[in-house]
């Protein structure tokens, strides 16, 4: 299993950064996106710069899933969430039993995964932040180990697939109880995905600003009562300093969310605000989420907006 070939789904600044990561490590990594030019192979240079200030620099094979017959190998989702239902049925065909590691955010995204009959579902927490600058050049932050959990599967599996795409670069670890950390990510997701783009900031302003933060510390509180609701314990210190990490560890980086609302794409925010509200309102708790529905509706108008302005800028362009 250790020599199967690595297919990374998804060509965003993540799934680039792994990739350039993993053919370092002289591991055969092929890149699937959903669109391209043709069909063929091709190969890109990319360029991943990291904390350091140091680059690496590979050349990815890129190509498509509708020209690929059959995926035997390891499968790693880097895609965005809302795609899942989707995704999941074109996968379905060209997969028997191939691990997949979904390494998305938000609560629940494996569920159309687990409703087409995939039978290795693993789910990675990721703790580092990515992002795609002007010139190219993927800009990498890690923060701390991104741990990968079973969602239906086996831990000898597990332990395997976590070796195989762990790096000094990029690095992972096997996690016999996941939910917790699924949770812990997806409250401080919600933090950074609802207040950046409204405020227009970047990562580093919970442990810079102190409104900032106490605005975030609401949201946690909220959280953390809807994650007991839903049968998970945990620490609100725990969540804060989690949030504080990454805040600190990705200063001057722009969360995902801001940066698919800057480009007139469209966001993870269902799988954040709007998922946690639906959990507080099947546990009879609706009132807890409130504030963070709020702010996920504030998300999807901006989100329409842009959308319609870059609708209307591509529609002038071709008249």
Known sequence: ???????????????????V????LGKKTVVIRGRADNGSVAYEQVAVEQANGTMIVQSIEVVTLKNIDKIDGLIILTTKSFGNT?????????????????LQNGLNIEKPFLENGFSHIYRCVLFATSQVLENGVV??????????GIIKGNAA???????QIDSEYFQFKPEKNIQPVIWKKAIINTVFNSICPLLNADNGIFYKDPLALQVAESLIRSGI???????VELDPKDVETGLLNISKASAGQFISTLQDISNGRNTEIEALNFEIARVAKTGGIATEAKQIELLGELI????????????????GNNN
């Open 21 to 24: 990561f993993l053919t370092s």
């Open 225 to 231: 009562i809807i994650a007991k609701k839903a049968g």
């Open 139 to 148: 800009r990498f932050r890690p923060v701390s180990d991104s741990p990968i």
């Open 1 to 19: 299993m250790n020599n199967q070939p690595i297919f990374i789904i998804g060509y965003g600044a993540i799934g680039k950064a792994l990739a």
């Open 300 to 315: 999807k108008l901006k989100e329409r907006m842009n959308l319609k302005n870059a609708a209307d800028t591509a529609a």
């Open 86 to 102: 989707a995704l999941s049925k074109a996968l379905k065909p060209k997969v028997r039993n191939a691990p997949i590691v979904i």
């Open 157 to 163: 599996t597990l332990n395997n697939l976590a070796g």
